[in-house]
């Protein structure tokens, strides 16, 4: 489920997700910064460009590469801001193509496994011009890194189904 909404000139993104894992390792893969790539569309050439202590805390900055258009590259600067291990961590741009972005990333237990929720508050650059391709252009993008993310995770971590004649656990693959 991914929804958006506006206020005060700030868009908000929210986007939810069951995975079928423990707590630990949906932590595990989720909090990595090596995994971003997984999850982000190819035609994005989105590259971390910093190196990478082995845990996630409060402080760590990580630096990016990542295509806005085709063959149009920028250098993205994030800050990891908040952590509370299994929980939630939540990271903020410091240089970049938006205006701001908070990225929180929530990991909450259900008797599925895991729900992940997203909420991404972002400003656009560019005034009333970069408003008019928010609405237009970069909430589709966004949508569509969402939408990639959820059938990557959904392949990754295919969803258990019980036979009902058999009462044995199936992994279902999804198609792409």
Known sequence: MISFSKHSGIYTLKARQVLPLSLEEAWEFLSDPQNLEKLTPRHMGFKITSGQPDEMYPGQIISYR????????TSWVTEITHVQAKKYFVDEQRFGPYKMWHHEHFLEKSKDGVIMHDKVSYKLPMGIVG??????????????IFTHRFQVLEQMFPVPQKDEKSSETKVIQHPA
């Open 66 to 73: 990542i295509a806005l258009l085709p063959g149009v590259y």
């Open 131 to 144: 408003r008019i391709f928010g609405d237009a252009l970069i909430n589709k993008q966004l949508r569509n």
